[in-house]
Each structure stands twice: as C-alpha cells, then as structure tokens.
C-alpha cells in the first residue's frame, strides 16, 4: 500500500523542525533561546480562561453548530464591521478550530487542476503546500524588502491571468512582518476588482501592528463580495491551544465551506467558542499591553541586527517576527541557521522555509523574553565576529 500522489505535494513547517533540533540540543545539556516558534509568550487573559472554564461548568461539551456559535459569529460579524468598515453579517461568518481549516476549505472550494492561486513569497508555508495539494499551480509574488516587504504592483499585474482564480494577501505578515501600504491595498483592489478571482485577506496579526494600522482590502469599494476575510484568536489574544478561527465570506461561500467543515471536523469546539466571545466582548487591555511590549522588543532586535556584521534588517511594521537580509555573511541562510543554533544556541529559521525569495534571509521571532532577546543577539554577534 502506498500513499496518494496528492501526499507528495504537501509540506510541513520548517518551525516544528527546527523546534525538535533545538529540544535535542537541550537534552544534552545546552541552553538555547526559542526564536523559531511564533507562538506569543504571554499567557492568555484571565477573564478570557475563566469563560473557557464557567463554558465546561456550564455544559457547553456537546456538538454545537457547524457553522460556529451563533453568540460568537453575531460578535466577529459586529468586531469585523467595525475594525474593516464594512457590514458584515453573521450569517457571513463561518467559526473553525484555527485558522487554517479557512485556508484548506477555500483552496477545497474554489481550485482546480489548472487553475492558478498568486501567493506571497516568502510567506506562511501553508500557502503553497495547500495550492499544490488543490492540483492548481502556485504563482509567487515576490516581497520586496525595498518596499518594505510589500509586493510589487508591477509584477502582480504581469502574473494575473484569465487562470487567476485566487489572490492570498497577508499584512501584517510571516515571516517578514512587513505590511501593505494603504495605497497599495487600493491599488490592488483595482487591478482585481473586475476579475473573476476571489481574494483571501489573512489577517490574522490584524491587532498586533506598530506604527500604521493595516488597511484591509475587504474595506475597498466593491471587494467585501469578493474577499475572504480570515483571522482568529490564536495571535492577539494568545489562544494558539485554544484552536478557535475564522473566515468571513460573500454568502454564496458559506454553504460550501461548511459542507467541507461537517466533512473534516463536525465543528469547533464548544466551550472555546464561549472563551472567544469573553475574549471579544470583555477587556482589550491584554492585547494592548502585548503590542506594546512586542514593539519595544522589535526596537531591540532591529537595532541589535544592524550591528552584526553581514547583518541588515529592515523595520517590521506588525506581527512578530525580524526578518534580517544576511546575504553579506556569504553563508546561506539554511547553513547560517544550523551554526546559530549549535554553535550559539539560538533557534531561528532560515528564509527560504517560507519559500525561494526568502533565500539570504532569517527569520526570527521576538515572542520570547526581551532579556532572552538580548542574550540572543550578544551570542550571534560574538559568533559573526569570531570569524564564522
């Protein structure tokens, strides 16, 4: 027996693997500081834990509807209308247990072999996995780091075609944490406006932004029909175990992509969806002080990488992650990322685990601790400078 030929297709997460050297590494007796992961370190809120348990008290440990909680789905439709500009609908929301289940669902729905899907490059592996699992063919567009880790018009513009069946846009974004420009996102808006494409807007770090708030394309006249909106709670409100996401679609989406759910997973778990409304509806003061803290972290590894040597890094506009171009080391980035984690004990990612535009890169996530930062980029400098 062997698998489908579909299998060969997909791939994994270069975090969870880099997540198991490093756990070695530790058995033996190293210290090694977590830069992999892109899991926030803070706890999540107590009012937030204490719905979670007062739900499993209450009896909500039965099957609930495939679509999601209707209590919930009325408090993101409301949470969307508000933070995108837009009237959105409950019956417009579709609730999973994470987000991805919205990435595999409308790839699911909406791709054939034959089909193209435009995806950012370097971007959440998932992407690319997921298309090529469809049959259809993954179209990179590659981000500059020129422009801030945004696309280039020019080239979207050139690889759209009457093949073009789905746009992925991510801002804030993985691994880069650059943004799009509001311009840009008017800009695109026009250039697939009047396509017979759909685009799916991840907006998952839409709260975790420093200095301009992202704009969302679902905001641009005539392209709420047209987009779907995918975000959750795993990121802003740090719920990543919790497992709880989800989609906002034109209507004619809705009843297909819950057939795909009652198909994989009957639906999300009851309890967390209650969790999910404390965590809406409840105090944001978490969130803030989150945000807050994750930019004087980002203070501290942008100016700490621009004084390695063969380091340069940009000014992440969002997210959580540092994203240095270390092309003037003359090591790629895969060999680059091994030395840093066994010979200064730092696990990161090397650039092109997020596709090939992010070779001469690493990708570093700063949702640890701003002490565990500094010990981290002291080891890496002493390292680049003692010759490697």
């Known amino acids: 027996m062997k698998l489908s030929s579909r299998m060969t297709n997909v791939r994994g997460e270069g975090a969870f693997e880099v997540l198991v050297k490093a756990r070695a590494l530790e058995a033996q007796g190293k210290d090694v500081v977590h830069m992999e992961i892109g899991e926030p370190d803070f706890p999540t809120a107590p009012h937030i834990v204490e719905a979670g348990k007062q739900a499993l008290d209450a009896g909500y440990t039965k099957y609930g509807p495939t679509q999601g909680d209707p209590e919930l789905r009325a408090a993101i439709a409301q949470e969307v209308s508000a933070t995108r500009g837009v009237q959105v609908s409950e019956k417009q929301v579709v609730v999973t ?8 669902y409308t790839m699911l729905a909406l791709l054939e072999p034959g089909d193209e899907a435009l995806y950012p490059n ?53 691994p880069t944490g650059g943004s799009i420009p509001a311009e ?31 704009a969302s394309i679902a905001s641009e006249p005539g392209m709420a029909e047209k987009t779907i909106l995918l975000d959750g709670f795993s990121k802003a409100y740090r719920m990543t175990g919790w497992r709880i996401g989800y989609g906002v679609m ?12 009652v198909n994989s997973a009957s639906h999300t778990a009851s309890f967390t969806q209650r969790a999910a409304i404390a965590a809406l509806q409840g105090p944001q ?9 994750f930019k004087r972290r980002r203070d501290l590894i942008v100016e700490g990488f621009n004084q390695i040597p063969g380091f340069r890094c940009a000014t992440p506009g969002g997210a959580f992650y540092a994203f240095p171009n270390v092309a003037e080391t003359g090591i ?8 840093i984690l066994q010979e200064a004990g730092v696990a990161c990612l090397a650039g092109d685990s997020f596709g090939r535009y992010g070779a001469g890169y690493l990708r570093f996530s700063y949702a640890t601790a701003y002490e565990k930062i500094e010990i981290a980029l002291d080891r890496i400098n002493k390292l680049m400078r003692s010759g490697a």
């Not at 790629?332 to 030395?339: E, F, G, Q």
Request: hydrophobic residues 45%.
């Open 97 to 104: 247990p994470g987000a991805k289940p919205i990435l595999f």
């Open 122 to 174: 370097p971007g959440f592996p998932i992407y690319e996995s997921m298309i090529n699992y469809t049959g259809a063919t993954p179209v990179a567009l590659p981000l500059v780091e020129e422009r801030g880790f945004s696309l280039d018009l020019n080239v979207l513009k050139e690889k759209l075609t009457d093949r073009s069946k789905l746009l992925i846009l991510c801002s804030p974004q993985n």
């Open 184 to 214: 840009d996102i008017a800009a695109i808006a026009d250039l697939v406006r009047e396509r017979d494409l759909i685009v799916l807007a991840d907006e998952i770090y839409s709260k975790i932004w420093f200095d301009e708030k992202p």
């Open 250 to 261: 034109p209507q004619w989406l809705v009843d297909p992509i819950c057939l795909l759910m």
């Open 285 to 293: 003061d978490s969130v803030h002080e989150m945000v807050a803290e």
């Open 332 to 339: 790629d980035s895969r060999t680059l990322a091994d030395r």
